[in-house]
């Protein structure tokens, strides 16, 4: 049994009878629906999409509340859309992981187009991006796909490149294509839209508008735009970045869950290693717990998708949401863990809130050293939160999620994940009296060296300033003594407040993270450390 249109209309009773819950809508009207009249491009289609947006879609759309569907683009290249969405008719299967063990099966049926934003795919995302239906263009592309300049304020080649091209150039940022979608809406007529990011970053619609402008700010400043079209994206009237919050963990496709597929007669289901090394499959396994808190600004209407459980509300309890989610009840605590887990050679998550001293941190981290900063949203409880992340989802032994998937792009994380909580200690003038976020940081610098904590290679995440970092925390440190010379390079990275959301000299905080890492670069001192620390 494949996973196509045809088998979802002709063999329904055989994929309900699995356990599946199936589209029972007209897939094709809503497929012609959505060319006539689009009202929803997402920019980003991988796993938090296929399993958590396009869930909400399809619940609308089997309930009556939407007629037309998503189309889902890939930012730069046709290759998820030809090897994941291509066979599949653009379904999914959506396989939600119960601690207990059991599954939630579904079949994903909302998703009407997938395109990449190149060639023949572009002018089809321009077609849609110039109609009068059109509601909103959401974003799932990571805090990565936001940036235009690096660590130090430079301009980024690629976001240089856009700028100089024009918008008739070869566009090579997120940014550049989305400042062209805008820009075809313009000159259709200054037509509303809501510009959503829906990434797991703190202010994203600040990052996302902040992105576009940069772009848009640089084609009129070069002549390629006029003053309206600038007007245009910087009247929230008529252009809105509304914030949201995100959270749902979709680990990387787990092979055993698609051997189970496969066991229950659905062929196909092998996860597949792309040309960039990211892995994909035609199903997403996914936590069960989700939230999704959008700011609600949408100057040309948007889905009502309050009716699937999404949250709607003003920016300050957005951001409310987020700093306690991003800055405190979770987010630290995974990287705390990714860290770590990487350096102590574990390969799940769920396996570290197993081990004593683990979960000691990031209980610690969590209630000791966020719940006294964070800021009460009121819709979401933050002690109930952090509860449920730390009974349920953490140990969740059915989630395969991977230190080492978590530790991707720390770079980008840390001045949220960490940052924001520290400035918090800041303004209260103590921020001397924190211990374990200091100690993280530290884990972090030690896991830039390469080595484990048996001082054995060690596979490191990609990370956007990997290389450059890498250049500065020398692997050669490991088992040695530092110089001041060392300490004085460790200073002047921990200094840098666009990487760590503030100074942490003078925050005071970088003496007690030097010494940290100083005893962490001998065989074992990793986890001696960690364990000293906690007074274990």
Known sequence: MKLTLDTIKN???????????????????????????????????????????ARLADELIRNGEMKSGIIAA???????????????????????????????????????????AVGNGFERLKEAARSDSLKMISFTITEKGYAYSDMDGNILENARKDIEGGTEGDLNTAMGKTASLLYERFKAGAKPIAVVSMDNCSKNGEKLRDGVMFIVDGWHKNGFVPDGFVEYVSDSSRVSFPWSMIDKITPRPDAEVGAELKALGIEGMEPVKTSIGTFIAPYVNAEMPEYLVIEDSF?????????????????????NVERMKVM?????????????GCLL????????????????????????EGLPVVTDPVIIRPRDFLDEVLTERLPNPSLPDTPQRIATDTSQ?????????????????NADKLVLIPLVIAAWLRYLLGTDDSGADMERSSDPLLDELSAKIKRSWFGSTLTDADRDVIRGILSNSS?????LVKAGLSEKIIADFEAMLTAGAVRATLEKTLGM
């Open 11 to 53: 063999e329904r009773t055989s994929w309900n009878e699995k356990g599946f819950i199936t589209p029972d809508f007209d897939i094709d009207a809503m497929r012609a629906e959505t060319k006539k009249s689009p009202e929803w491009i997402h920019i980003g289609a991988g796993n938090i999409f296929r399993g958590y947006i």
């Open 74 to 116: 890939e930012c730069f290249s046709r290759e998820p859309i030809e090897r994941m969405y291509d066979p599949f008719d653009n379904m999914v299967l959506l396989v939600g992981l119960r601690a207990s063990g059991d599954k939630y099966l579904r079949v994903i049926g909302s998703i009407a187009e997938a395109e990449a």
């Open 299 to 319: 100057p040309n209407g948007r889905p009502p998708l309050e009716k699937a459980g999404v949250y709607f509300t003003d920016r300050d309890t957005v951001n």
């Open 328 to 340: 405190t009840c979770l987010n630290p605590l995974h990287t705390a863990l990714a860290v770590y």
């Open 345 to 368: 050679g574990f390969n799940k998550i769920a396996d570290e809130m197993k081990d004593e001293a683990l979960k000691k941190l990031v209980y610690s981290l969590g209630y000791d």
């Open 413 to 429: 994380k840390i001045p949220i994940r960490f940052g924001e909580t520290i400035k918090a200690y800041e303004a209260k003038g």
């Open 499 to 503: 990487l760590f959301g503030t100074d």
